[in-house]
């Protein structure tokens, strides 16, 4: 790689007509032990790993590993795949659809195919964004090698590194692009409204086996992690953005690591555009480091090869579908990428920032311009239920807003998920199992 037009090569590539838009959603979980609620270990006769061998013997998945010898860290079928976070998280990365009901038809197959070896185990999976009874020390660490570069570097950069990697979960959708002009309106629209969604999303309000005070354990424990790598993007909310603003911004993070072959080399003190420049030992940078560095960073709205919203908890099963539900209807209808841009073209990179910690504490409750939250996600739901109304993509009868109507029934009440978990808790004389119950998918 030579230069900043090498380095643009991955999103100009990724560009495709319109007609050939898909969606893909993501959707972690934790796994514990149905009486006890001891999250799993990696290996063992009752494991993340006893979950993956069985899915390969009874479902036709594929077996990846990270090297030909190495140990088994994700699942390959159609287009999916199953993956796994570094305190043993179990993450569905869906295949890309045309719609939403075929998103909802692959999380609940998968979800299937997981209950009888779960029966059979004993097992429970949690959908919630933090973990709602582990101890850090009580959690695995999944052997990938990225993962022990970022254990032992990102408590460097902030105390809740370890946290987010190992005890938070999250859903996710991905989206496609037809042009640069684009892409870049809706990375700006999207982070201009990310933290609405997070905490339309809120999800997390227990810890260790407790309430913790707030609604999203995970949108705070986010706050403390490497502030070179995450966050709302203060350089591409403005119009007039274009890939190379994104590109400085990536340039200037820090990496993790370099592959080459089967070695892996640990490089954390080093930004990527210093390698570009000096390279690292006798190692020169290629496009494969760099779509590497791509993956290493995390910001509340990502862009890769598609446009990655990032900023919501994990949910149960009945919930999980809205997240990429609400940014279909918004991304993917120019009616309503429009309204949306109206509606967020004044908000401040300061106003939303200082946004973040409220949300964490308070969900929809949180204030915004003198009015609580929950009026503006409301004005967002709208939005993208026209959006999809106008997509008119049909299964028995009903268009893809039928994966809103649990959430905007929510959110008319000024609630977010993590209300609706804790209502009436106060009652419960076992506090740990009533959340074990609760919160499992």
Known sequence: MRGIDDLLIPFHAAMKPRDRYRIGAEAEKFGVDTTTGAPLPYEGPRSVLTVLEALVERHGWKIDRESPTGPIIALERAGASVTLEPGGQLELSGAAFDNIHQICLEMSGHLAELRDISGELNLSWLGVGFHPLARQDELPWVPKSRYGIMRRYLPTRGTGGLDMMRRTATVQANFDYSSEEGAMRALRVSLRLSPVTTAMFANSPFVEGGLWGGKSRRALTWLSVDPARQGLLENVLERGKRFVDYVEWAL????????????????????????????????????????????????????KRTIEVRGADSQSAALTCALPALWTGILYDDRALDEAEALTESFTYAELEALRPAIAEKGLGATFRGERLAALAERVLVIAEGGLARRARMRNGKDERVHLARLGSLVEKGQCPADALVEGLEASSDLRREILVRARI
């Open 252 to 303: 200037d993070a820090p990496m993790f690591l370099i592959k080459r072959g089967e070695t892996v080399l640990e490089n954390t003190g080093q930004s990527f555009r210093s390698f570009l420049k000096h390279g690292f030992r006798d190692t020169r940078a290629t496009s494969t480091d760099w779509q590497t560095h791509l993956n290493t960073l995390f910001p509340e709205v990502r862009l």
